[in-house]
């Protein structure tokens, strides 16, 4: 899943906030550009399996939950900063990120990352890799021996490969194969990547009541079974 990188400067904007859930509104920020886990659908709305799977951890919860979209790279100081209250984006629970925002439990296990190239020979051990910026897609990518090439978001990654500027692109499985599927062009590798310590959502270090909460409801979907329905569904990894 995705990692964002930040530097200890972006600390600085942490001060001290009120309670997320004091407010009568809960926003639950996300990308929206990264399905199946969160895209916008037809109607402008944010659709996915965190939308579906986040509103039920809302309704278990019994919060009032709104959904705002904010781009990949700004997505954690823009919860540090208060404008909005939980991120439900596709987000890897990382001890790098673990310095600066909480975690709840994790909803989904790890999924494998792959390659998509336009060839089976593509030259994944040293040829240009592309990724999104601030994944651990990236970060695996520049500790391979592999030339990085990053991209803002995700869509760019894949252009790269279909216009030349890269061989391949690494990305979550789950993401990259509703692509292949679409476009006889593209080819999913038989290499796969296992990084990322499982999904979670992203909140403030001052909300731990709010966490907590969460918490209970993750919980509660799992040994309903509710989340391996969803899980299921979306085709976004492993079930519990």
Known sequence: MKNLILSTAALAVTATFAVADAHSVV??????AYPPYNFLND??????????????????????????????????PNLVSGNYDVIMAGMSITDE??????????????????YL?????ADIAGGVIAAQAGTIQASHV????????????????????????ADAVLADKSFLMPIADADPDLVMLDQQELIGGGVGLGLRESDGEL??????????????????????????????
Do not use: H
């Not at 926003?27 to 929206?32: A, F, H, N, P, V």
């Open 27 to 32: 926003r639950m920020g996300t990308e929206g």
């Open 142 to 165: 520049a500790s391979s021996g592999a030339t990085l090439l990053e991209f803002a978001t995700p869509d760019e990654t894949v252009a790269a490969v279909k216009n030349g500027e």
């Open 211 to 240: 966490r907590e909460k969460f918490n209970a409801a993750i919980m509660s979907v799992k040994e309903d079974g509710t989340l391996n329905e969803l899980i299921a569904k979306w085709e976004v990894g492993e079930q519990f």
């Open 117 to 121: 190239a336009l060839s089976a020979d």
């Open 97 to 114: 990120r673990d310095e600066v925002i909480d975690f709840s439990e994790a909803y989904t296990q790890p999924d494998p990352s792959a």
């Open 43 to 76: 109607a402008g709305e944010v659709d996915g399996f965190e939308r579906e799977l986040g509103d039920e951890l809302c309704a278990r919860a019994e919060l009032t939950c709104e959904w705002v979209t904010n781009e990949w790279d700004s997505i954690i």
